[in-house]
């Protein structure tokens, strides 16, 4: 299937789809302030969260409560390095379904970083 399908390309071809579609709505959110590096091979993506990108500081905190706003909203994504959001989607992702879950993850930055997300809601989960 991974050869008949070419589910390589098809993952490399989403992944530069996912990266390119992410860097607009970091604009669009105004989130570009909190996010870092965003970096990946095919379609595992790395999203850095910051305090700022002067400092280029880990932002752990927002990283656990964005994962958690993602998840109110229908998407999973976890972090890896107490900061580094990780991003797997499926090899068969469809277009229409990679730009929902762009715009959900997007969304779920700037609503931990508006304080949407109180420690109170988190605290349950922790040591995931």
């Known amino acids: ?12 071809h989403a992944g530069q789809q996912l990266r390119e579609l ?16 965003v970096r990946g091979h095919g379609l595992a993506i790395g999203i850095d969260l910051v305090t700022d990108r002067d400092s280029n500081n880990r932002n752990n905190d ?6 958690y706003r993602a998840w109110e909203l229908g998407v999973v994504v976890y972090y890896v390095g107490a900061n580094v959001l990780e991003v797997t989607p499926p090899l ?12 959900i993850i997007a969304q779920a930055i700037a609503d931990a970083k508006a304080g949407l997300v109180t420690d109170e809601m988190v605290a349950a989960f922790a040591g995931w």
């Open 1 to 12: 299937v991974i050869i008949s399908q070419d589910l390589a390309s098809q993952a490399q």
């Open 22 to 37: 992410f860097n607009k709505k970091i604009t669009e959110f105004g989130i570009a302030d909190v996010v870092g590096d």
């Open 62 to 67: 927002l990283a656990r409560k964005t994962v």
């Open 92 to 103: 068969t992702i469809q277009d229409h379904e990679l730009g929902q879950g762009i715009h």
